[in-house]
């Protein structure tokens, strides 16, 4: 059986539980409350790593993927980059020549960036238009009714764009397109001496309603998601204060869900700035009439029909750098919208 070692009896020189050792000075409370202060900051500096540790290897992974290429192409901007420099691997820096002749050339300003600008800008007002009208008629539809045109716009976005865009190539088709073909039964037209795809105009009209037909069942769904959030009571204290249905629209509606309308507004900027294949896919639309080029066409062209790649990757950091801008603006205003609204909350 074991035996406990009696303990040493204290003596006056010995601390007491708690007390500091003999020869130190207890902390004041100064150094006990920088101490405090120290771990503190510690503390928020782990809380603040956290989240950039966990995202570090997402945030690599998109370093290797996108800021890399991007950091090429912009590298590649500054160089007379072309078949010769392909083959010999060497680099000729010209500098800034590729931005100076682009921003130099009256084709930018009076063809190429009018092109871009104005036909993104119809595309998204009446992406958005279509869209919020199509959700709205989904809001009053039964059940069933509202779940067949869901499933029915859908089909037009589920619709690959190259598909899509042959479709209303077909439609417009001057020799055996069934609107030609229409029209000219009716004597509204000559069907052999109209060509829809030759006139700047006409062809971005054709490609507007292709972007606009792709487009606007996700404006639907999206706006359609956020009317749902709205309360039924501010709707019925509408009615009863006798508002009409253009007026709950315009101070019920579109304040309550302004926020959702910023989004889809930014996105279909990104995405309508940005077409390509409706425009390439088209007659003309491939370089072959320079008057129909917006700038993601024309930098294809530059690049890989001139083989002038370094003016190619030029124009597209131009254009970049303009939906950068037109982005941050948009992205600005729907967080000074959320910042607003806490305000208000509080």
Same mark, same amino acid.
């Given at each position: 059986m074991a035996t406990e070692t009696? %303990?040493?009896?204290?003596?006056?020189?010995? +601390?007491?539980?708690? %007390? +500091?050792? +003999?020869?130190?000075?207890? +902390?004041?409370?100064?150094? =006990?409350?920088?101490?405090?202060?120290?771990s503190a900051r510690a503390a928020r500096r782990r809380r603040r790593a956290r989240p950039w540790l966990l995202l570090a290897p997402a945030l690599l992974t998109v370093g290797a993927l996108l800021l890399w290429p991007l950091g090429r192409v912009v590298w590649m901007s500054f160089q007379d980059y072309g078949l010769r420099e392909i083959v010999s691997g060497r680099t000729n820096f010209t500098g800034t020549d590729n931005y100076a002749e682009i921003l130099g050339s009256s084709y930018l300003w009076t063809t190429v960036l009018p092109n871009t600008v104005l036909f993104a800008a119809a595309c998204v007002v009446l992406t958005v238009v279509l869209g919020t009208l199509v959700a709205l008629l989904l809001q009053r539809l039964g059940p069933f009714w509202r779940n067949l045109t869901a499933g029915t716009i859908m089909m037009a976005w589920a619709m690959p764009a190259v598909t899509g865009t042959y479709v209303w190539i077909w439609l417009f088709d001057p020799l055996n397109g069934a609107v030609v073909q229409s029209l000219g039964g009716l004597g509204l037209l000559d069907p052999t001496a109209t060509n829809w795809f030759t006139g700047?105009? #006409?062809?971005?009209?054709?490609?507007?309603?292709?972007v606009v037909h792709h487009g606007f069942p996700f404006v639907a769904v999206t706006v359609y998601a956020g009317l749902l959030t709205i309360p039924r009571e501010l709707t019925e204290a509408g009615i009863v204060d006798g508002a009409g249905a253009w007026q709950r629209f315009w101070t019920i509606t579109v304040p309550s869900i302004k926020p959702v309308f910023l989004v889809v507004v930014i996105l279909s900027t990104i995405w309508d700035f940005k077409v390509f294949v409706q425009l390439y896919l088209m007659p003309g639309g491939n370089g072959a009439n320079p008057q129909v080029l917006n700038l993601g066409v024309w930098s294809y062209v530059? #690049?890989?029909?001139?083989?002038?790649?370094?003016?190619?990757?030029?124009?597209?950091?131009?254009?970049?750098?303009?939906?950068?801008?037109? =982005?941050?603006?948009?992205? *600005?205003?729907?967080?000074? %919208? #959320? #910042?607003? %609204?806490?305000?208000? *909350?509080l």
């Open positions: 009696p %303990e040493a009896p204290r003596t006056a020189e010995d +601390p007491q539980p708690g %007390e +500091p050792a +003999p020869g130190r000075r207890p +902390p004041g409370p100064r150094a =006990t409350a920088a101490a405090r202060a120290r700047r105009f #006409s062809f971005y009209a054709i490609a507007t309603l292709n530059e #690049s890989f029909a001139q083989r002038q790649y370094g003016m190619g990757a030029a124009i597209a950091v131009l254009l970049t750098l303009l939906l950068l801008g037109i =982005t941050v603006g948009y992205v *600005r205003a729907l967080f000074s %919208e #959320s #910042s607003g %609204e806490k305000g208000d *909350r």
